[in-house]
């Protein structure tokens, strides 16, 4: 089953609005501490910091609407499904845009805005207003999101996911300077295991986290500009390897 993988950040929802981490003025990012109300050492001395912040952030982040990154790969998902492509998304981004623009298979590594979890029963629930959890009653409550320091638990599904590619599957990576997670190591690995995956990069300038040679497709633009290449450049390669994949299921 071909499958196409998106791995994005915080530069595919930066031009709807939701400013990154590092270059957001006038945005929360600049107003509060990161290293206060992000950072998971500091959980428990401010847990009310660290829900207020976020709550802010909820709120700035309600009615924002996604843009054309998000609204193609809904339309690449629609398009594919009925037949055997699988189209997944991974993002590091906690924002909803993917779910506004209707596309499915979603896996936020770092969380969600709009979901809280309890830190006594790891109950998950979305965000009521409440200060307590539905399942304990415990006032040890949080944002559902991954703080600085803190280990991201859905990465072993991208991981595996990873681990699982085959010949002909289709990697983008967008909008992150893959300093959080060593994705360069699998494409590594994958490459001497022969492993021939189309791998497509598309930020606004190289990382050193994310070698070129690791890349059949490089775009350093916007993401606004570059979707259309992308989502053409997927086209074609898959209708390459369809019928890679079909002569595999003759022999
Ligand atoms: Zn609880």
Redesign the pocket.
Known sequence: MPKIVFYTGAGVSAPSGIPTYRDGKDSLWQKYNAEEVCNYEKLNINRNKIRNFYSLLRNEMKDKEPNIHHKSIAALQQEFKNSNVEVEIFTQNIDLLYEKAGCENITHIHGRIDECK?D????KWKYNGENK?P????S??RPNITLFGEPAEKYYKLKRTLNWFQNGDILIIQGTYGNVFPISRYLEFLKSNGIRLVTVLNNLEPSPYLPEKHFDYIYFENVITAMPKIIQTIKQNLSNSKQEYSIQITK
């Open positions: 309890c006594d029963c790891l109950e959890c399942k304990c009653g415990g040890f409550i």
